[in-house]
């Protein structure tokens, strides 16, 4: 039977473990013949930079190949709605469209950013759980309402730096960008931190900018698991006291999903929770992260990305190796 990644939250600390201890593995050792004539489809619905990268060079390098596909831009448009009479723009259906390419490809990866209009579709991540029904191979996720193979990115160059990372004290904080953002990375990096164990902080400016309730519980129970504690703030420095890990992210209001300008209104009053040098000095010497890409002086100041403990191009560059290792391990069997 095939298995998906379509969220961290279906995959054991131990399966992913064993997948952040393989990608160290080709790390050390990046060209090796593990997918020899092996392929793998990848499709764009959103831009992408360090996700395409990574996927497609990392694919060579295991001796397989990556074929890029945008829907609406070098493909057909797409429909996902089951039952649906196709009188708009969509030409094919994601039934055919995902059997055909499991005909063609080992593998399906899919970028698919949530659309801000409705909370409740973008949670049920239409599109990659369509891929997930009508394929025949296994389903990787680029990024939709969830980033895992960011999460995976980021523990390991958490592991790298600091070890064993239970009780581990971590800060996600959220960040001024001037547009309202895909929560993905945020929740990714709630159920990740709190999976492996840290004690979980979560700052924003205010209750309109806590995240969806179905990854706070998540994190709340994993917390519980591992008898550590997970914390939600508004204090900009209490928050950052005695934290061992910031991790940077800014991201929408949810409830005034599909408001953008009353939203703004309300975010262009917390310019100041930008990551500044003030604010690292609060911290037990923390390291600092943040995905990719980040407006400098906007989210974070130069210093705080050229100091030494930013190892957000560390991530970045993991992101090839755990998704190497993530391809061998869902075609091994």
């Given at each position: 039977?095939?298995?998906?990644?379509?969220?961290?939250?279906?995959?054991?600390?131990?399966?992913l473990q064993s997948i952040l201890d393989f990608a160290s593995e080709l790390k050390a050792n990046r060209i090796q013949p593990l997918l020899k004539n092996k392929s793998i489809a990848?499709?764009?619905?959103?831009?992408?930079?360090?996700?395409?990268?990574?996927?497609?060079?990392?694919?060579?390098?295991?001796?397989?190949?990556?074929?890029?596909?945008?829907?609406?831009?070098?493909?057909?448009?797409?429909?996902?709605?089951?039952?649906?009479?196709?009188?708009?723009?969509?030409?094919?259906?994601?039934?055919?469209?995902?059997?055909?390419?499991?005909?063609?490809?080992?593998?399906?990866?899919?970028?698919?950013?949530?659309?801000?209009?409705?909370?409740?579709?973008?949670?049920?991540?239409?599109?990659?759980?369509?891929?997930?029904?009508?394929?025949?191979?296994?389903?990787?996720?680029?990024?939709?309402?969830?980033?895992?193979?960011?999460?995976?990115?980021?523990?390991?160059?958490?592991?790298?730096?600091?070890?064993?990372?239970?009780?581990?004290?971590?800060?996600?904080?959220?960040?001024?960008?001037?547009?309202?953002?895909?929560?993905?990375?945020?929740?990714?990096?709630?159920?990740?931190?709190?999976?492996?164990?840290?004690?979980?902080?979560?700052?924003?400016?205010?209750?309109?900018?806590?995240?969806?309730?179905?990854?706070?519980?998540?994190?709340?129970?994993?917390?519980?698991?591992?008898?550590?504690?997970?914390?939600?703030?508004?204090?900009?420095?209490?928050?950052?006291?005695?934290?061992?890990?910031?991790?940077?992210?800014?991201?929408?209001?949810?409830?005034?999903?599909?408001?953008?300008?009353?939203?703004?209104?309300?975010?262009?009053?917390?310019?100041?929770?930008?990551?500044?040098?003030?604010?690292?000095n609060f911290t037990n010497n923390a390291l600092f992260s943040h995905c990719l890409p980040l407006r400098r002086n906007i989210k974070a100041t130069d210093a705080v990305m050229d100091?030494?403990?930013?190892?957000?191009?560390?991530?970045?560059?993991?992101?090839?190796?755990?998704?190497?290792?993530?391809?061998?391990?869902?075609?091994?069997?």
């Amino acid at each position: 039977m095939k298995r998906n990644f379509i969220t961290t939250s279906e995959w054991s600390k131990n399966e992913l473990q064993s997948i952040l201890d393989f990608a160290s593995e080709l790390k050390a050792n990046r060209i090796q013949p593990l997918l020899k004539n092996k392929s793998i489809a990848l499709i764009f619905f959103n831009p992408s930079l360090r996700t395409k990268t990574s996927f497609q060079i990392g694919m060579n390098q295991l001796g397989g190949n990556a074929v890029i596909i945008s829907p609406g831009q070098d493909a057909w448009p797409i429909e996902f709605d089951v039952g649906k009479i196709m009188n708009e723009e969509a030409e094919e259906h994601i039934a055919e469209v995902a059997k055909v390419l499991s005909k063609y490809c080992d593998l399906i990866a899919v970028r698919a950013f949530p659309k801000f209009q409705n909370i409740k579709e973008d949670i049920e991540d239409k599109i990659i759980r369509g891929f997930e029904k009508f394929a025949s191979v296994p389903i990787i996720n680029m990024e939709t309402i969830t980033h895992p193979c960011q999460e995976l990115a980021h523990i390991l160059s958490l592991q790298e730096q600091l070890g064993d990372l239970k009780n581990k004290n971590y800060l996600l904080t959220w960040t001024y960008h001037p547009k309202a953002l895909n929560t993905a990375v945020a929740n990714s990096s709630l159920i990740i931190a709190s999976k492996f164990g840290m004690n979980v902080t979560l700052l924003c400016p205010t209750e309109d900018y806590l995240l969806h309730d179905k990854y706070i519980d998540e994190a709340k129970l994993n917390c519980q698991e591992n008898n550590t504690n997970f914390t939600i703030s508004h204090d900009i420095k209490k928050s950052y006291a005695n934290k061992d890990i910031v991790y940077a992210k800014s991201w929408g209001s949810i409830p005034f999903y599909g408001e953008p300008n009353k939203e703004k209104k309300i975010r262009d009053q917390y310019k100041n929770f930008i990551v500044d040098e003030r604010k690292m000095n609060f911290t037990n010497n923390a390291l600092f992260s943040h995905c990719l890409p980040l407006r400098r002086n906007i989210k974070a100041t130069d210093a705080v990305m050229d100091s030494d403990n930013c190892i957000a191009i560390q991530e970045a560059e993991n992101r090839m190796h755990v998704q190497k290792s993530l391809l061998f391990n869902l075609l091994k069997e």
